[in-house]
Structures are given as C-alpha cells and as structure tokens.
C-alpha cells in the first residue's frame, strides 16, 4: 500500500516524558510510511540527548533549521500552544507542509492567521483533530449519513475531562492558565465537540453556560493549592444546520456515571455511543443502535475496512493518532482529504470563541 | 395516625377516562383520611351518572355551588389548564382550601392572579406538582441536603417525554395547541425540573432551546396528519444559586437508553437517578451512589420511614399522587407544609416563562 517513505521533522521531540514522545513515536512504530528524520526543541544538548534516545539522525535547536532541511518532507509541531504559531509560519515559510497539534493556536485570532498563510503559501496545514480518525467515528458518521437513524432529530453528550477537577497532575498545571491556550474548553471539550460536529454537522446557533467550580486546586505531588482560571465546566445547546437540537454537558474530574455518554436519536432509531473516559480523541468506544420508541439496544461492531492499523489496539492511547498518520499520509500521497486542515481548525476556533462569547455575554452566538 | 376525614369537592371527576378518575379516585381509594362527599362536571346528566359510578352523595354542574356546599372541606380542580383560574377563584371566594393540578395557570400572569388571590383571601391554594411527595424524590434531596456527596458541582438531567413525538395519543391532541396550556414543557418538564429544583436549588441564570421538530403529527387512532405549535426539544442550561452548573435536555417521544438519566455530581461523590420512564412525577426511581473518581455505582434503597403508602405500589402511576394526598392531611390537620402551594407554582410558572423568553430571543434570563 505504502508507495512512499514520509520523513518528518519533529518540533517538540525533547524528553521521554513529551507529549510527542509518548504520543507520536509509538503511533509512528505502529504503522509504516514514516521515517523521524530530524527533531527540535528548546536546547541543542536536550536535542542531542532525544536525537539518541529515539534514533534520529538530524536534530536541532532552531525549528527554522529543521524545517529547511532536505531530509524533512512534513514539519510536526508538538509543543505548547502559545508556540504554535511562530513554528507553523517557520514550517510554511519553508514551503513544508506541517501537522499542528489541536488546538491550532492561541485563541482564535492565532488560527485565523496560520488558515490564512497556509492558504496564500498553498502548502497544507493538518491539524490534530485526531478525531475523526477514529475508527469508531468514521464509523458512527458514515451510519449516521446513510441514515441509518433516519433523520436526526436531536443529540446528547455527556462527558467528563477526567482531569481539572479539585486535583491537577504537576505536567498539567500550565493548563490552569487561561492565557496558555490550553485548556478543558479548548482541549478535551475542543476534541470531543468536533468530534460530534464532524459527525452531525455545525451549530447554527449556540448558547453556553461556562464556570470555574474549583478555583483552587490541589497539585498530586506536593499538595500545594494553586489557582485556577479555565472554566471546569461546560454546558452548551443549540440548533444544529440540520436542524436538530444539540446538548452538550461536559465536566471536570470523573463521574461514577457517565463519563462518556452520547446519544443521536433519530426518526428511525438511536446510536448510543459510551466509553469509560471522556476524552474523544483516544475513547475507545462501544456503539450501540436502538430501534427507537424505548426499544432494547444492540451493540453494534466496527467493520474491519474502518480498522487501518492492526499493530496496536484500540484501547491504547495512540491508537488514533496512528490512524491520523496513517491518513494524513494518504493526503500526501494520493492527493485526498481525510485529515483536517487548517481551515477546519479555524471553524473549531471560531466556535469555541463563540461559546466563551455566549457564556460570558448571555447571547446566543453563531460562528459560522 | 388520621384525625379527621377531609371531604372533597372534586371538580372535573366525570367519566371514566377522566384524569381525576384514572388518578385522583385510585391514590384516595389507596389512602384513608378523605372522602369525595361531591363532584362537579360540565352537565348535569354526566354529573349524575359520575357521581352513581364513584359513589359521590352530591353532585354538581356549577362549581360554585360545589365549593360552597357544606360537605366540602376541600376543593380538587383536576379540569383542563384553561379553567384553572375559574374554577380556583370560586372555591378560594368560598373561603375553601383548594389543591389545583399543575400546570396552575394557563401561563404566568394566571398563576400570579391565582397566588395572589389565596394569599389576599388567606385560604391555601395547593398545587399539584406532586413529585415533591415521592418517597424517591425526598430521600435524595435529604441526601443531598445532609452533604452525603458534599457539595454539588454540577446537575445533568436526560429524559425523554414518552409522548408529544412523531405520533399523538388523540386524548392528547389538545395538548399540541401552544394556546391550551397544556404542553410537553408544562406538564412533563415541567414537572421534572421542578424535582431538581427542589432537591438542588433554583436557577440564578438559565439559558434555552427549543424547538418543534415534528410540526405535524399522525393520530393513532385515525392516521390523519395534525399540527403541533408546542416544542418537543427543551434544552436548558445554567447556574443553580449554589453555583451548580445544571444541563437538562428534555425530549419528546422515547429513546432506546435514557428515558430518564439524573445525575447530580459533588465534591465528596454522585447520586445517579435512573427510571425507564421519563415524567418525575410517576417515575419509580433507582438510586445509585458513586463515590466519585469514576468509582462504582451502589444501590440505595430508600428507607421505610419516606414511604407513607403501603396499599399500592411504586409502579402505580397514581402512587406518587397518593403520598401528595397523605401530606396533604398532615398540612391541613397539623399546619405543616409538606404540599407546594399557589407561590411555589408560581415559581415555576415563571421559570418555564424565563425559559421561552431565553429561546426566543436568545438572551439568558432570570426568574426569581
């Protein structure tokens, strides 16, 4: 299948403790396609040190370097958000097509401005909306516009972050901050809503209730309490483009019940989707199909054409993200369009900003 | 225990398929402590021939002449919403106590003309949001109330209507006219967001959608197409005044996995109220604790000592009704106030107000 070898560049591949480390390396060792041709990050000796530790032949501490370098064909950028922008351009600039982690930039503002450069540099801008590679949601969405449930009629979505809640891990703490871009609304809630978008289509029109229930919070390790000014829960509803009507509730920590509940009820049936965490973008899912008017359920299977990797298992957390690669080089390779762009970031941004707009306003918001 | 019969005067107890016949008639007959000394219908020959199949000694085609006849301690308007406030100010003129099915008034300025009427007349106006009486619904509120999870952080309420969808039952087709009072947000949401109001607190802020996804439904009975102005999708969200963040999503017809789904998260665990059926007032709850951090669920069974009924089940619709009518003696031998009364409805009227004024206009709003 694989007619071409990808060698990327990626920004962000410091420490085993990375999130680059301990996402994208074991997703690329599950799949074939890629090589790790080049690294960077913050210091030449960490560079030095991870270009060892994970076998990679170019490594630098300027990600200007790296992207113009010949062995890289695809610039990876996984590091904090408010660095995002500054390292896409630098990738674009070089005329390099880049993969962004989500959320694609600081605010909105940010991914208007990365959309916009990939379009004028007509070089392609993916972003990790890991998502909607998800076997289990390629799968749900393709049911759902075979009108497998008729036409929807109206959707639920309970979900918990998982973390946020009265405690926060020490590699978690700069996600208090609003200013850091990352957060339960832009991250987890950012995730999982796009994933329920990608799958029923956009709001026209939102309404949102947003607050911060634990403005203290406990670090795991030294039990120091520090603040906290993200929004640790998240209410929103509205009207979808097909009409039907949308409920969102999703919340800090993890409840005894619903950590994940999603249901599409249709004219003809209902899909329950249900995990036992709430983050999308690695749930493994079971799925679930109703006859509707109460009828009893039944588990539905993922058909195996869904399945694009067989070297690691649904329950692992890159599990996704490997089927995002796996993707993202079909794009590249044959020209298609599975992986989400810039400009589909863009529109996640816009909605996001609506939705602090309509919490903090008390107005419906539209941002399409 | 019961000191004293209560004669009643119910109003509206004609044939059979009557409400207060299928409901009212069985809950008295499961209880002691009152006797249906008489009733009024809309004519006489129907008035006779209720009051020889439920063995009333008087009957009535006025009203007025039911509220002021000697034998009736007590007036029970159980008629359709739009006679409410007439048939209310003849019994309260009367200088007679009176309990009114909920919906109270036939919109808000009705339920205040109603509230301020029993209180210049200092008579008391019962009202019948009788899910303040299940045994299920008390305990979990003493639960909540004694911190048996802490604070609430937050409340999310799923349930499904179980009718007003795609089909109509023709008994209920005068409750798809907006006009008749009578609708899924009054009655079945109604009733339900007023069981969480009562165990959790208010809304200080509450935003709305709704929306009428079947505008033409078929009649069972003849298959003939007719039109629903009512909404079938209420979906709401806000802030309790204990800061909860509250989302409910309340939906027409039934679905296949929450017909009713209640969670309520705090800060030391959850409680999880689940029932097949998704109107509060009927429902036979199971009562679930999870002690949080996504640990597992245990039954709680409620104790004997909420149970005031043992001659009919949980399972009964009219169970719940009956444990009403029980408080309801105690409230007017003892003085307690156990029954909501005319200010309570108004409570609601006017959030159910605030919640069609928050849809249409797309702003949050406040009630209280």
């Known amino acids: ?3 071409r070898t990808i060698r990327l560049g990626i920004i962000g591949l410091s420490s085993a403790e990375s999130w680059a480390a301990r996402a994208h390396v074991p ?5 074939t396609g890629y090589e790790i041709a080049a690294l960077s990050t913050s210091n030449i000796d960490s560079a030095a040190k991870a270009a060892k530790t994970f076998d990679v032949p170019a490594f630098f501490d300027n990600p200007v370097q790296l992207a113009k370098h010949p062995d890289v064909d695809v610039v990876v950028v996984a590091v904090k958000v408010p660095h995002h922008r500054d390292l896409v351009t630098a990738a674009l600039d070089a005329g390099k097509p880049v ?3 989500w959320p694609l930039g600081n605010g909105r503002q940010d991914a208007e401005a990365m959309a916009a450069l990939s379009r004028d540099a007509d ?3 993916f972003v990790g909306l890991q998502g909607r590679a998800s076997p289990a949601l390629r799968y749900i969405r393709d049911l759902v516009k075979a009108g497998h449930i008729g036409d929807v009629v109206s959707t639920t979505l309970v979900g918990s972050a998982g973390a946020w809640g009265a405690t926060i891990d020490p590699r978690l703490v700069y996600g208090l901050d609003r200013k850091n871009g990352v957060s339960m609304l832009t991250v987890q809630f950012g995730h999982t809503i796009d994933g329920l978008c990608w799958c029923l289509g956009e709001f026209s029109e939102i309404s949102a209730t947003l607050a911060t229930r634990f403005p203290m919070v406990k670090r795991t390790d030294t039990g120091e309490m520090v603040p906290k000014t993200i929004d640790d829960q998240i209410a929103v509803s509205g009207i979808l483009q097909n009409g039907a009507v949308a409920s969102v509730h999703y919340r800090s920590g993890s409840s005894s019940v619903a950590n994940f509940l999603w249901e599409i009820n249709g004219t ?3 899909l329950v989707i249900t995990s036992n965490q709430g983050r999308l973008q690695y749930s493994d899912f079971r799925i679930q199909h109703g006859p509707g008017k109460g009828g009893k359920l039944a588990d ?3 058909p195996e054409a ?3 990797v067989h070297t690691c298992a649904p ?3 890159f599990y996704t993200l490997a089927h995002a690669y796996t993707l993202m080089h079909k794009d590249i390779v044959n020209g298609t369009s599975h992986v989400p762009r810039f400009s589909d970031a863009l529109v996640r941004h816009k909605m996001i900003e609506s939705i602090e707009t309509a919490s903090s306003t008390g107005s419906r918001q539209a941002y399409l």
Not at 27 to 31: E, H, N, S, Y
């Open 1 to 3: 299948m694989v007619d």
């Open 27 to 31: 997703a690329l060792k599950a799949i």
């Open 123 to 125: 070089v392609t801008g």
């Open 300 to 302: 539905m299977v993922v």
């Open 268 to 270: 003809e049936g209902d």
């Open 99 to 101: 993969y962004c982690e």
């Open 306 to 308: 869904y399945k694009l």
């Open 315 to 317: 329950t692992d957390m």
